[in-house]
């Protein structure tokens, strides 16, 4: 668990030197920015760096900073880190240099593996070194098939390597929640009974690179998902916020396993400013701001509900987590995870 001391009055963004945000669900959700996410990032620049780490491999690095700099957040191709270049620090580790590559994805995929030197194709007919697969609104089940006949020996017995730049199984869009990488890499798992090794979120490569990139010294990084942000985040020691715009609500955030919990729950970025209060605990009670929580063997009590809803959130999370009991072992009122947030 990621709780740590915070003097009085401080920050999620004090001594931070870099901030990393992923950006489905944390700086937009499809084409349109989230309500207060691109004010709130632009006064995080001043006196830090400001950089963005996606799971998403449809699109070029190059598309993403012009999309982000058409919201009004001026960003250059180097300041993205994409699971597509997190995928080609393994893949050049185990193929040889100008191997022929089958590609399931999109144009961002395709560019930094012809970038990286290797030869594309969409044929297992082509003997490919390896496949490597993201996501793209167009992949179908004729690029699934071809990933299947590839990788139809187990690598153990001589076959290819098999790279995912990540296996989200969602993705936010304006009108809801659409099916991800995840959700297409597990259609050629089950058709072939191989696992794909993970290049993006939640494994730590994409953050090694971000960090190396950006030089960091005292990162902190925004995400909107437990399992991928979050988790991802904690295994490369980075200090996380999880902000309740995008996928995970307040009943993900409850039952937030040790290794998926973040250090700062905020509901949306403008909180990245505001000082982050600190919980106190005495005699058995959690107090965050007004709110205050209590865990009386298997109920969960509210004492107060405070008069911010995020704060009681922060209360209810820290009473649970604090105990290393799984959620189902507790009764939890329905008003601590009742969801008042902004929805994607």
Known sequence: MAWFSRPAGATP?????VVLADLDGVVYAGAGALPHAVESLNLAREGRRLGYITNNASRTDISVAAHLSDLGLPT?????????QAAMRLLTARIAPGSTVLVVGGDGLVTE?????????????????????GFAPEVGWTHLAEAAFALKVPEEEGGIPWIATNTDWTIPQARGMAPGNGTLVSAVHTAIGRLATVAGKPE????????????????????DRLDTDILGANRAGIPSALVITGVDRPKHLLAAPADSQPTFLLSDLRELHEPYPVAKVRDGVVAVGEA????????????????RPIDLLRAGTRAIWDTGRAIFGFRVPEQLYADPFHRP
């Not at 250059?76 to 597509?84: K, Y």
């Not at 090694?208 to 990162?219: L, T």
């Not at 205050?292 to 008069?307: F, N, Q, T, W």
């Open 113 to 133: 593996v012809e970038k990286a030197g290797f030869a594309v194709t969409r044929s297992a007919d082509d003997n490919p070194a390896a496949v490597v697969q």
């Open 204 to 223: 730590v490569p994409i953050f090694d690179e971000a960090v190396a990139r950006f030089g960091a010294q005292h990162p902190l990084f925004l995400g």
């Open 292 to 307: 205050r929580v209590r865990i009386e063997g298997a109920d969960v009590r509210i004492l107060s509900a405070g008069d």
């Open 76 to 84: 250059r191709a180097d300041e993205v880190v994409t699971s597509p």
């Open 13 to 17: 963004l004090d001594g931070v030197d």
